[in-house]
C-alpha cells in the first residue's frame, strides 16, 4: 500500500528553524515530483514547494511567500522528501502535507510558529 | 500568479441531487505540450485531501464515477451525479501548469 508520512513538526518561535520529513513507500519514489502543501488553521490549501525527479535535474520551485526561506530536497535512495524551513514566521503556522504527483498524500504535519 | 476562483463557496445538497462546482482561472491552463494540469481535490473532515480527477477529465483510481469533470482554457466543472454522504467535505481545483495555485475550496454540505 502507498504511504507517505510525515515527521518533525512542532512548536518553535519566530526567526528559528525546523526541518520536516516525508517518507514514502508502496510506490516508485523516484518517478514522482514531490510537492509540499500546507494549511493554516481553518483555511484552504497553499502549495509551498516542488521538487522535480532526477532526469529533470531535481529542478525546485517555491511559492513567493516561502522562496529564500524554505528549502526543498529529496533522497531517492532513502525515499525520502524534506522541507528545511528557516526564518520562521508566524503566518508559516500550518499543518504540512507531503504529496506526491497530486495523487498520494500524506497525514500532514503540524508547525506552529509562536513566541 | 494563476488565481483560480471556485464557485459556489458554499453548495447545500440532498442525497441522490446532481451538483456542480465551477472554477475557473485567470489565465489558459493548456500546457505548451497539450496537456490542462486542472485536477481536483476532495477533503473531508479531518481528513488530508485525495485525488478524484486529474487533467482536467480523468478519473482517478477507485474514485466512484458518479464524479466527473470537464472543460478547457480557463472554465472547468466538476459535477457529482447523485450525491452520496461520503461526498461531503471541501472541494478544490488545482492547477499545474504554471506555478501551482488552489482554487478557494467549495464546502458540499447536506441540505
Known amino acids: 500500500a502507498v504511504q507517505l508520512v510525515e515527521s518533525g513538526g512542532g512548536l518553535v518561535q519566530p526567526k528559528e528553524s525546523l526541518k520536516i520529513s516525508c517518507a514514502a513507500s508502496?510506490?516508485?519514489?523516484?518517478?514522482?515530483?514531490m510537492y509540499w502543501v500546507r494549511q493554516a488553521p481553518g483555511k484552504g490549501l497553499e502549495w509551498v514547494a516542488r521538487?522535480?525527479?532526477?532526469?529533470?535535474?531535481?529542478?525546485?520551485y517555491y511559492a513567493d511567500s516561502v522562496k529564500g526561506r524554505f528549502t526543498i530536497s529529496r533522497d531517492d535512495s532513502k525515499s525520502m522528501v524534506y522541507l528545511q524551513m528557516d526564518n520562521l514566521k508566524t503566518e508559516d503556522t500550518a499543518m504540512y502535507y507531503c504529496?506526491?504527483?497530486?495523487?498520494?498524500w500524506g497525514q500532514g504535519v503540524m508547525v506552529t510558529v509562536s513566541s | 500568479d494563476v488565481v483560480l476562483t471556485q464557485t459556489p463557496p458554499t453548495l447545500s445538497a440532498t442525497i441522490g441531487q446532481s451538483v456542480s462546482i465551477s472554477c475557473r482561472s485567470s489565465?489558459?491552463?493548456?500546457?505548451?505540450?497539450?496537456?490542462?494540469?486542472l485536477h481536483w481535490l476532495l477533503q473531508r473532515p479531518g481528513q488530508s485531501p485525495q485525488l478524484l480527477i486529474y487533467?482536467?477529465?480523468r478519473l482517478e483510481s477507485g474514485v466512484p464515477n458518479r464524479f466527473s469533470g470537464s472543460g478547457s482554457g480557463t472554465d472547468f466543472t466538476l459535477k457529482i451525479s447523485g450525491v452520496e454522504a461520503e461526498d461531503l467535505g471541501v472541494y478544490y481545483c488545482?492547477?499545474?501548469?504554471?506555478?501551482?495555485?488552489f482554487g478557494g475550496g467549495t464546502k458540499l454540505e447536506l441540505k
Open positions: 488545482v492547477q499545474g501548469t504554471h506555478a501551482p495555485t
Open positions: 489565465q489558459s491552463l493548456l500546457h505548451s505540450n497539450g496537456n490542462t494540469y
Open positions: 504529496t506526491a504527483n497530486w495523487g498520494y
Open positions: 487533467l482536467v477529465s
Open positions: 521538487i522535480r525527479t532526477k532526469p529533470n535535474n531535481y529542478a525546485t
Open positions: 508502496g510506490f516508485t519514489f523516484s518517478n514522482a515530483a
